[in-house]
């Protein structure tokens, strides 16, 4: 299992590849979500992932919330395997690039509402109230870094 963290134009073919499906196999295909994936975020953001036997087995996604390039939004958040472990080791080695190569003073993200308590572990905090996004009860999620 190898941790992997890259920037769009960095990214290989099989690695894109392997993201995409991953994303498609856990939010469209187990969760139901019909939304359009590939919303072009994905060219300015910072790809953290674990790659096992050429497959992506944990993924999310890190991007500027605005110009001021201050707050980083996290965002796309999965696992393929769970109960190993895997989620948070993927957090834990995301969260320490990020702040290496992104020089933020926030992070943000919506995380679902039933998974707050793992989000808490790594220092975040609940923000507002719960609500829906794409049919999904979610929560939005802060830290300072």
Do not use: P
Not at 21 to 36: C, D, P, S, T
Request: hydrophobic share 40%; proline share 0%.
């Amino acid at each position: 299992m190898n941790f992997i963290a890259k920037r769009f134009d960095e990214l290989t073919k099989e690695e894109l590849y392997e993201i995409l499906k991953a994303r498609a196999k856990v939010f469209v295909v187990e969760q139901g979500i019909r939304y359009l994936d590939m919303d072009d975020i994905d060219y300015d953001s910072l790809h953290c992932f674990f790659m096992n036997n050429g497959h992506v087995i944990a993924y999310l996604r890190a991007f500027y919330e605005d110009d001021s390039n201050k707050v980083v939004r996290l965002g796309r958040f999965l696992t393929i395997e769970h109960g190993k472990g895997i989620g948070k080791c993927l957090w834990s080695e995301s969260l320490k690039v990020i702040k290496q190569k992104m020089n933020c003073v926030k992070l943000y993200g919506h995380a679902q509402k039933h998974a707050l308590t793992f989000y808490e572990q790594f220092g975040f905090r609940a923000i507002s109230s719960e609500f829906l996004e794409e049919g999904v009860s979610h929560i939005a999620i802060e830290m300072d870094v």
